[in-house]
């Protein structure tokens, strides 16, 4: 297939990069580079020992975009392109809803006008906001309770409106929980360019000693230990779920959206054990607040993806763990 990876030199789109080079489709990727760089797809390009198009632009350049279809003619779109941090989201909710959803709403106009069909698009857990049970399920109201969240929603029903006004769009909205750890290679893994805000990058850079310590936001949640408990998930088991959406899409007029996680949780004290573990380093901690906008728990019901995609994550979190910590270690500066 020709498929084109919208933010495909970023972390979850980098990954699926190369099982798509992997598995001899042609592809495209399209990135501005906000929050990435080259030296992903030059790594993905060795480890595929393949060649890919590139271009360095922005989806909401529609002259871009038009003048991308015309040559590559993809099939179809894996749309991983967007801005994803939830503080930053307060702060400058313009930048989230021109770079999410206006850019997505481009994308699709062109996708249209090219008789490109099928689309992927990286939705999230974020979605649904405060749970009324768990897991949650599909048919979960969706709830946003942040602006990159509501960015999320939006695109989601933008989506659905696209491919009921066109019968024969297909579209999977894949809402991922929380996606974490690297390449076995440990020459692809997450690079945040400043601070990281989540769990995973932070206690790693902690183990590497660029952050001292762990701030464990919140001890008094309703849950084993009194910490946050999440649905982490493998990027590589998260890298085949786009390949297995992208076959449904290919397959099936419909429109679904889908959770990708492992229906699992850990809590973060239970993360910065198996973090222990890997690394063989002690993680200091310091017992903080709460983090304004956090839930308690947050879990995926994967039956859908199981049903669907037939696909299931095969991955834990010492695997994660283990290969996040694999590459911090041979990248202790990351791309740098
Ligand atoms: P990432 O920031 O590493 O990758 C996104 C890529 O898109 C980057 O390479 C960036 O340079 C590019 N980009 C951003 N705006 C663009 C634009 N206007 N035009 C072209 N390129 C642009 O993020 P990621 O973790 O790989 O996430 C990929 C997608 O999955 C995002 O849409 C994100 O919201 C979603 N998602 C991520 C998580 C997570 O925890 N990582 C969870 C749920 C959903
Ligand atoms: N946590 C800490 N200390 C930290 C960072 C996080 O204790 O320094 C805790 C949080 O309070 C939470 C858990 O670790 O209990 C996980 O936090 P993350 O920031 O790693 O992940 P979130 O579940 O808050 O959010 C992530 C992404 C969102 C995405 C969501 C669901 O940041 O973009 O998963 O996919 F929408």
Redesign the pocket.
């Known amino acids: 297939m020709r498929v084109l990876l919208?933010?495909?030199?970023?972390?979850?789109?980098?990954?699926t990069l190369l099982k798509l080079l992997q598995e001899q489709n042609e592809v495209l990727v399209?990135?501005?580079?906000?929050?990435?760089s080259m030296e992903?797809l030059r790594r993905v390009k060795q480890l595929a020992n393949r060649d890919f198009d590139f271009r360095n632009?922005?989806?909401?350049?529609s002259t871009l975009m038009n003048d991308t279809f015309n040559a590559f003619k993809p099939d179809a779109v894996i749309?991983?392109?967007?801005?994803?941090a939830v503080g930053e989201s307060n702060d400058k909710p313009l930048d989230y809803y021109?770079?999410?959803v206006t850019?997505s709403v481009e994308l699709l106009r062109c996708m249209r006008r090219h008789g490109c069909k099928q689309i992927v698009?990286?939705?999230?857990?974020?979605v649904y906001g405060e749970a009324d049970y768990l897991p949650y399920d599909e048919q979960h109201p969706l709830r946003p309770t942040n602006p990159?969240g509501r960015?999320?929603y939006f695109v989601e029903e933008i989506i659905k409106d696209w491919t009921a006004s066109w019968s024969e769009a297909s579209a999977v909205l894949?809402?991922?929980?929380?996606?974490?750890g690297a390449h076995d290679s440990g020459r692809i893994g997450?690079?945040p360019l400043s601070t990281p805000n989540?769990l995973v990058p932070f206690i790693s850079q902690v183990a590497i000693g660029r952050l001292d310590k762990l701030n464990v936001f919140g001890s008094d949640y309703d849950t084993r230990d009194g910490t946050g408990e999440r649905d982490y998930i493998h990027v590589d088991d998260l890298a085949r779920a786009h390949l297995s959406a992208v076959h449904f899409a290919s397959k099936n007029k419909a429109c679904e959206a889908i959770n990708v996680g492992t229906g699992r949780g850990a809590t973060v004290l239970e993360m910065v054990k198996a973090f222990e573990r890997a690394s063989g380093r002690p993680i200091p901690l310091n017992m903080a607040a709460r983090r304004n906008g956090d839930v308690a728990k947050s879990i995926a019901d994967v039956s859908k993806a199981n049903r669907l995609l037939d696909w299931e994550a095969i991955h834990n979190i010492d695997d994660m763990c283990r290969s996040t910590w694999n590459w911090q270690s041979l990248n202790p500066l990351g791309y740098k």
């Open positions: 919208t933010g495909g030199a970023g972390y979850i789109g980098s990954h399209l990135d501005n580079f906000s929050n990435s992903s632009g922005d989806i909401c350049n749309h991983f392109a967007g801005l994803k021109t770079h999410n850019g698009f990286s939705s999230s857990a974020t990159y960015t999320k894949l809402r991922y929980f929380n996606p974490v997450e690079d989540n």
